[in-house]
């Protein structure tokens, strides 16, 4: 029976490719295929087709700038930026809808989570309203398909279930909190008869090289609507011939009547990775070129015939400039011959120092950010500060009157020539720069072996290997994990160049000529440094990902009391605090304004402006004590993990009034006819 060619790309099964079609009527010109734009754009009656692969050339998005008037606009797939998808909000009915609407598969992007409206009940289990399970695969039994599912919130290890595919239901999609790529949504996440609801989530910075039709500070909802494109093979072209699915021609499928081995056989990087080894190495012709290539791949573009000699899992390590802005992205073959120095890390937490720590070697650090212990026998860490980590140790110590163990770090804090061991705690939300005194060059190989990822380092011998090496002009390299990925190694005849090829960013096409008999010694095969963008890095970062587990949360800040709080009264509202406060490692120790009281701690920080002042909330003031209270009974309704600054700014009238209250409770405590220095001072 004959169909449109659109309709025939909306109902075929992409796994029952490839399917021979032939052409009965349209509209063309004298002659076979004519050409337009790379695309096919007439076909004449008769012609013979086999459709190797459906994909989509682009998509327009229905966009609402004005949040009334909807406008249609174009997206290239290689638009650069990261979407978040919009839960469909139409059920699916049975669990074979789903299946033949999204691509289940082992692959985490082929894994939807859904959960039902309603209970279903199983042979061994019921699934409770409103429980998420993830779909994991698809197989069938008997004759039978069935999805196999698991719960998301796991009750036991790894708990399995599965669905038939008969199986009804109001089944609907859950929110997604991952980023994703263009090409990835198109790839894994339209779903087949329905549209794709998407969020612009982050920008990236190549967004200004690209022509970009949506407005600028867009931040509304895009409905996806993908405009297919057809890769077919014909019986006396050996390129692969691209057909737009809107070309006005009836075509019928012939696929039992003709032998569809009988066509030309052409392959991607991707096909050539899944065959087995026992099948290298090949001699094949490049029948579709790359159209981007870093400079040491540049001979596939003069190449007409190549050898592949295998298609192995390489490790490379995960780069980043180290930057405010504009950062470049990098994936560093263990191969690499340019030697590194060390340069120093930063640490948010304390948690982080202990994750840092080797047994090789001395951690050692400086604080660039003051932090009050509120544990007694826990110590308070200043700016400035030096410190020796040594390990994670549980101390007894008293808060709020009352005993309990907790989580510290032992350390050996440096004071000049003296060195005096001190518990700093687990929760310590301040900041630390890593003081370096190792000047050894390491190989990234020896990098991985001995210290713990991720590490900053700086190229201080260049790869004298190749011509230019581009890692040897960054001024600082972060180097973020180890990342496994898929390539193809490929030399010319003559064995001169032979390169390991990246898969998943190569789009090639080959056809292979024959399998050559296996030489007795294989080619060493070079590996170079690549440059990639913001999209790949946050595609490779989310694979990797996958498989590692996080490490535990670090302790959460101790909060105040409650019985003092509900003592304390809330004081008169302040002058208007900034939402930050800038630190810096370079803070230099100076004298404080304010005069250190008895059993206050000392500070380290400058009283910044005339216009305000800024007091420590380690000054033991009743005044300033309720400041704390007033804070900590906020908190208690809020998110326990809301962040809190160390420092409160105060304005020069209440300055004034605090520094008066000051005065009167010393004159209380001051023994008749002998001021203390607190009054000389003020």
């Not at 995960?318 to 191969?335: K, N």
């Not at 994670?392 to 005096?420: D, P, Q």
């Not at 509202?573 to 939402?579: A, Y």
């Not at 000392?602 to 380690?618: A, C, D, H, W, Y």
Request: charged share 25%; hydrophobic share 35%; proline share 7%.
């Amino acid at each position: 029976m004959a169909m449109t060619l659109d309709e025939f790309t909306r109902s075929v099964d992409t796994r029952s490719l490839p399917r021979v079609l032939q052409i009965q009527s349209g509209i063309y010109f004298q002659g076979s295929v004519y050409e337009m734009f790379g695309s096919e754009c007439c076909l004449s009656n008769g012609e013979i087709l086999k459709i190797i692969g459906v994909s989509v050339s682009k998509l327009t998005a229905e966009i609402h700038p004005d949040g009334s008037n909807s406008v249609t606009v174009t997206l290239p797939l290689d638009y650069p930026g990261l979407f978040r998808i919009v839960a469909d909000k139409r059920p699916y009915l049975t669990m074979g809808e789903i299946a033949e609407s999204l691509r289940i598969s082992s692959d985490r992007l082929g894994q939807p989570v859904f959960r039902c409206s309603c209970d279903v009940q199983l042979t061994d289990r019921t699934i409770k309203e409103g429980e998420s399970f993830t779909l994991k695969g698809l197989k069938t039994d008997s004759g039978e398909g069935s999805v196999d599912c698991e719960y998301v919130i796991q009750r036991d290890p790894k708990h399995r279930f599965t669905l038939k595919l008969s199986q009804q239901g109001e089944f609907y999609e859950c929110e997604d909190d991952q980023f994703y790529t263009l090409k990835e949504i198109v790839e894994w996440k339209i779903p087949k008869g329905r549209k794709r609801t998407v969020n612009l989530a982050k920008s990236l910075p190549m967004m200004e090289r690209c022509f970009c039709e949506i407005p600028e500070n867009y931040s509304g909802e895009l409905i996806l609507t993908p405009i297919y494109e057809l890769q077919a093979v014909m019986k006396y072209r050996k390129d692969i011939v691209h057909i737009p699915s809107n070309l006005d021609v009836e075509v019928i499928d012939v696929t039992g009547q003709c032998d569809a081995d009988s066509f030309v056989q052409l392959l991607s990087l991707s096909d050539i990775s899944k065959k087995p080894s026992e099948e290298f190495p090949l001699v094949a012709e490049i029948t579709e070129r790359p159209w981007q290539l870093q400079k040491e791949l540049q001979f596939l573009l003069n190449c007409k015939q190549v050898i592949i000699h295998g298609a192995p899992q390489a490790k490379r390590i995960l780069a980043s400039e180290i930057r405010t802005d504009g950062q470049r992205r990098f994936l560093v073959p263990m191969s690499y011959r340019g030697r590194f120095k060390r340069r120093p890390r930063v640490f948010p937490t304390a948690y982080d120092l202990e994750v840092a720590k080797r047994d090789k070697e001395q951690l050692h650090v400086v604080a660039t950010r003051a932090f009050e212990s509120r544990y007694e026998g826990l110590s308070t860490v200043l700016v400035g500060d030096q410190f020796l980590v040594q390990r994670r140790e549980t101390s007894e110590v008293i808060y709020g009157g009352t005993r309990k163990m907790v989580e510290a770090l032992a350390c050996e804090k440096i004071e000049g020539k003296n060195y005096m061991s001190v518990l700093i705690p687990m929760c310590l939300d301040g900041g630390f720069v890593e003081v370096i005194h190792d000047k050894k060059q390491y190989t990234i190989s020896e990098i991985c072996q001995q210290f713990h990822l991720p590490f900053n380092v700086k190229v201080a011998v260049r790869d004298l290997s190749v011509a230019e090496d581009g890692l040897a002009i960054v001024p600082g390299l972060h180097l973020e994990e180890e990342i496994t990925d898929s390539y193809v190694v490929i030399s010319t005849m003559d064995q001169s160049e032979c390169w390991e090829v990246p898969v998943n960013r190569t789009c090639m096409t080959v056809q292979v000529l024959h399998r050559m008999p296996e030489p007795s010694q294989a080619p060493d095969a070079r590996c170079a440094v690549e440059e990639i963008g913001e999209d790949c890095y946050y595609a490779l970062r989310r694979y990797a990902s996958a498989t590692i587990v996080p490490p535990p949360r670090p302790p959460k800040k101790p909060k105040q009391p409650l019985e003092e709080s509900v003592k304390q009264q809330p004081p008169k509202p302040l002058g208007p605090k900034p939402s930050r406060i800038p630190k810096s490692p370079h803070v230099h120790k100076s004298k404080p304004v304010m005069p250190v009281l008895p059993g206050s701690a000392k500070t380290s920080s400058p009283i910044p402006g005339n216009e305000m002042k800024m007091v420590p909330n380690l000054v033991p003031s009743p005044v300033l004590q309720k400041v704390n209270s007033s804070e900590s009974s906020l908190e208690e309704t809020e998110d326990k993990d809301a962040d809190r600054h160390d420092y409160e700014y105060i304005d020069e009238d209440e300055l004034e009034s605090i520094r008066k209250k000051f005065q009167g409770q010393t004159i209380h405590n001051t023994v008749k006819g002998k001021p203390n220095a607190y009054d000389q001072s003020i």
